[in-house]
């Protein structure tokens, strides 16, 4: 079983659409979460930071909730240039506090016209 | 704002033979991680350094070695290629271990 869980879709959606995606871990450890956006195997580049109070950036809404070690990104109005694979990522320093990254294998959204 | 830097982007090798990828983390970032990422897989951590020594390993085969040198970049030296070497190498930097990673453009690597 893999540390950090996600659907890996894909989701078609038109445009406008609200989307969401879940992931979960198995390290109850962890420290820090994020989502990181990955185009056409290009470098991930960090969407946003996840925090147990949940955080939203425009159109972009993430949770978390530690109990259940679960995490989510909403997407509202989705725009075609939305269309990519979505990592849910996480830092299970703990007490090395390493920094490594773990990563989920990815959802992949393709916002239709 | 100036970004991780790896070269090459593509290098082409034979198996057996040996490659060298170099990355060039943000000014003023001590820490640099190295990932793997095969045909349809998500990155997987290989190593990472912070103040020029080893931090972390990961799931990096023993033909495979790193550093990261005074001026902070890092190297990761490849040995005896084999078929399923071939991959996206990504190296990414932060501030420290705690901080946000910003990943390079990444090498692509394939050996015949």
């Given amino acids: 079983r893999k540390e950090v869980e996600q659907d890996p879709g894909p989701f078609n959606v038109p445009e406008g659409a609200t989307v969401a995606f879940n992931c979960t871990y198995s390290n109850s450890a962890s420290q820090s979460f994020f989502w990181y956006r990955q185009d056409c195997r290009k470098e991930p580049k960090l969407l946003m930071s996840v925090y147990s109070s949940g955080n939203e950036d425009g159109r972009f809404t993430a949770q978390l909730n530690r109990a259940s070690q679960y995490i989510s990104l909403l997407i509202r109005d989705s725009k075609l240039s939305d269309s990519a694979t979505y990592l849910c990522v996480v830092n299970t320093d703990g007490s090395s506090n390493t920094g490594k990254l773990i990563f989920g294998q990815g959802t992949t959204l393709q916002v239709k016209p | ?112």
């Fill in chain 2, 1 to 112: 704002a100036a970004g991780v830097i790896q070269s090459p982007r593509h290098l082409i090798k034979e198996k057996r033979e040996t490659a060298t990828l170099k990355c060039y983390p943000i000014p003023r970032h001590d820490t640099v991680y190295w990932y793997q990422q095969g045909p349809g897989q998500d990155p997987q951590f290989l190593i990472s350094f912070y103040e020029k020594m080893q931090s972390d390993k990961g799931s990096i085969p023993d033909r495979f070695s790193a550093q990261q040198f005074s001026d902070y970049h890092s190297e990761l030296n490849m040995s005896s290629l084999e078929l399923g070497d071939s991959a996206l190498y990504f190296c990414a930097s932060s501030r420290t271990t705690t901080d946000t990673q910003y990943f390079g453009p990444g090498t692509r690597l394939t050996v015949l």
